[in-house]
């Protein structure tokens, strides 16, 4: 098994749209953007960030620009001027999700 | 046709860096200087001070703002497209017309887009058939109607566009997307009919990047941060563009800040959905398609963009009154710091419901510790812990509970756990909570109205 932790090989921003938050993660190489696009899935974010997102979580890809976009739904406390929540826009939850540690089988040749 | 126009970013946000928009207009040669003034939020806020005052209601830096850089955006010939108009336009192009007339200005042209204030016929379009309904939840206008505080329609770049072509030096708007005021002087110049699909994408991805100020020039950047040069004098970005699309995103020399690859694809990320579908009212560009070369030196050419046909709907933003909030803080220190902020907690939270108030949520967070990243920050020992800010909302749509919940913080001091202070901004006021109501609405409803007042 290999570990590799998110930050090292990404970065990203996130922003808000309406109570769902966007988490756009960017590979920092192509070798980064393999890897986030096989094992950064949609049920490990959502399984990530258990406890702030209390909605679905949509994946879409772009491999132009070797990033990966997350739409977190119902996560921002109701959403912009609703919200209680110190970050009610979802500005440090990139930042979140770099917390989090990939662990995959290391037999593919390509990463 | 010119070979090329230079568009410059001057505010990312009504409260951005004020100095921004006059470096942009001093510091190099633009053609246009497009600032985007309106959030969400900052409709209702404007709503309601033209309730109060007729006059208001739109972002009041701009006459001051004006005041300052008129007399060099005659000299160089440079043209100011901006969304601060908010809910009353034609009473900013006056106060800038007066800024401009103190000024000894002549011959100076105002476009004024209007028609995306929807607020006084809403009935009117109901009865017409507009439907209105939310568009995530699917709800029926009628739930909220009576509460409604403003209702906009977001305009795309064709109104301002026909403003251009009557002559405008500058150009004040209300809700307008904050992509088509980049996109518009790139149509007005080269020509780009309003099927053009490819080129108008290309031109509202430039305008995603611009939209956000310095966010695409270094700001906010979470890659390798502290390599962004001179943050302190960080220049905003300018968009040079070219006929056949390709743009360049680069900023005037001698500002700190960075453009690069990292610093531009973060920008494109923010606040999107699905990037196949970044929908506007004047197309549907295709964020999976944009390509990004880094040319080195602070340039990164963004081409090959491609885009469908529009939709035949107008986005609508209506803001409601949906009950109130208020939030305060107190701040406890070493040792037990953590310990000491949630025990506060407890007792309040006790003491309110003793109170039997009505609350629909209480939030509490400790800043420093968990108010970021909630279950997901790392356990620490306590010990280590120098201060901890207890940070506790309430939202409500019974004012008296959100009134009296402001009420019992300060006797915390007196009355909780010791080594304890930072109350100091006084008793939290209940403010009005304003919620969203996004809809849709068929384009045949809705008509932009350009008029032009000068001087």
Known sequence: MRKIKLIEIAHGRSGDKGDAANVGIIAYDDNGYKIIEKYLTAEKVKKHFEGICFGKVERFELPNLRALNFLLHNTLGGGGTVSLKHDAQGKTLAAALLRMELEFENNNPEI | MKEKIKIASGQGFWGDLIDAPYHQVTKGDIDYLVMDYLAEVTMSILQKQKNKNPELGYAKDIPELMKRILPIIKDKNIKVITNGGGVNPVACANAVLQAAKNLGIKNLKIGVVLGDNIKDNLDELILEGAELKNMESNEPIELVKDKILSANVYFGAFPIVEALEKGADIIITGRTTDTGLTLAPMIYEFGWKNTDYNLLSAGTVAGHILECGAQSSGGNFLGDWQSIPNMAEIGFPVAEAYPNGDVIITKHPNTGGRISFETV?????????????????????????????????????????????????????CSYADGFSAVSSLTYSWPQALTKA??????????????????????????????????????????????IVLRIGVRSHDYSSVERFGKEIAPLILTGPPSVTGFAGGRPKPSEVVAYWPALIDKKFVKPIITIMEL
């Open chain 2, 265 to 317: 694809a973060e920008q494109l990320l923010y606040e999107i959905g699905d990037p196949k579908s970044y929908i506007t009212p004047d197309c549907i560009a295709d964020f999976t398609s944009i390509k990004l070369q880094d040319m080195g030196n602070d340039k990164v050419k963004v081409y090959d963009v491609k885009g469908f046909p529009e939709t035949q709907f107008y986005k609508v933003s």
């Open chain 2, 342 to 387: 949630k025990a506060a907690d407890e007792i309040l939270r006790k003491r309110l419901a003793n109170l039997n108030l009505q609350f629909d949520e209480i939030r509490t967070e400790f800043v420093g510790y968990n108010s970021t990243h909630g279950p997901l920050a790392k356990e620490l020992d306590e010990d280590e812990i120098n201060e």
